[in-house]
């Protein structure tokens, strides 16, 4: 790989590799604009931005990372529910910020349900992969 070009299904799309490392897409689309040079540390496929070797290589230095990791999964608590029933509402501690947590349907959850292994996704967004309750609050 000296030419510094990736399998299509191996190389990291820039919003995953702006989430591995807690930048916003923006924040990672802006330094790939300023510091960065197409084709050899990035390419577009289709529509999606692709880093190459090189460039995946600067993203870590800049952002002071010996390695990408996925970032943590978290445990919240349901504050309330919404009117969107593909996302609760929820808390790592009672009375702490709020954040969206996308689900596959609300309709089961109740206020006080524990999330368990949540994953980041953005700023303020969650994703919870597990089952959902079988009944009105009961797991």
């Not at 790989?1 to 820039?14: H, V, W």
Request: charged share 30%; hydrophobic share 40%.
């Amino acid at each position: 790989m000296a030419t510094g070009i990736l399998d299509s299904e191996t190389a990291p799309l820039e919003r995953d590799v702006a989430q591995l490392i807690g930048w916003s897409r923006g924040t990672a689309k802006n330094f790939r604009n300023e510091k960065m040079v197409g084709g050899i540390d990035w390419r577009v496929e289709g529509r999606r931005v692709v880093y190459l070797e090189p460039g995946l290589k600067k993203i870590k230095k800049a952002a002071r990372t010996k390695e990408i990791k996925p970032p943590a999964p978290v445990d919240l608590i349901v504050s309330r529910l919404v009117i969107n029933r593909h996302i609760v509402m929820a808390c790592k501690k009672k009375g702490d910020l709020e954040v969206r947590v996308k689900v596959r349907d609300a309709a089961n959850f109740k206020p006080g349900m524990i999330l368990a292994d949540c994953v980041p996704e953005g700023v303020h967004l969650y994703s919870f992969t597990g089952r959902t309750p079988r009944k009105k609050g009961r797991w």
